[in-house]
């Protein structure tokens, strides 16, 4: 490099070399800006997105149509059947279906083909069951802890009402097939649909919010107090499936509420919404909240129909409050 004098400025003779050296680098670092800056579009984009979104507590929506639609359908049928349910309109396997409305009608339903009543719950629950215990084995499906246990907890949950319609509950009359099948096509469903939630869910980000082990105590709570008060239940027709005389239930939280066993469904459909954190487990949470909390008060009218002696102060889901 040779110093000369221009105007009033020194200036500095460079190699060529070394001037292309130097538009080489500048060239690198305009790069490296630019596509820093255009990833933190993207990026400002993705945050503009989900701006709105309870981050730390579940995961984003997920790129699925379905899983969307399944939401909006889950939650809007079961809280459109629990308010049918305080209009006294009620499924046609329920033990109260027709005396709220004051109507008689032959149990098992309004004609068409009929199953027993343990053959139409087995009929319901055991597909579901086979989904979630398939899940395991089908390559893919399920994918990290969070996965696991949420198949896991699915599992446990309709083996456990098989086995309650195996050996525990007393039926006394029949359901039509057409509401079987509707049951059982809706929990399939609806265990499939959560199992694939979560599989997309393994390509979203993180809740900030891990409730991943208070939804597993959450669940473990509902499974046993629900089991415990269908127990209880069962108690009332030791007569086995010939007694068809209907008691006051007494024992548990049945002292204080009608529903107590529907009380910890909702605990352990809560503990599944925990456990797994995305929309569609949250809103079958509400809207089976929504069904039950309707379908409670029904039960309790319908007591108040059948014992005049029912206690006033029993409430239908929550002691004390609802």
Known sequence: MTPRLVGNHLSINQRPEYQGDRCATQGSIQSRASSVLHQGQVDDRSGQRHMWWPSSLLYPPPPSAFVTAMSVVSFASLASAGLSELRGQHMAYSKFWHVVSGQQQNKGGTGGAQLAGRHGMLVAYAPALVAAAASFVVPGTVEGLRAELLAAALAVHFLKRVLEVLFI????????????????????????TMIYAQHLAVELPDPTTNLLYPGVLLFAVGIAGNFYHHYLLSQLRKGGDDDKGYKIPKGGLFEFVTCPHYLFEITGFFGFAMISQTVYALAMASGTAAYLVGRSFATRRWYESKFEEFPASIKALVPYIL
């Open 169 to 192: 509950h007393r039926y006394s009359g029949n359901m039509p097939l057409n509401t079987a099948l509707a049951i059982s096509s809706s929990y399939l469903l609806s265990a499939i």
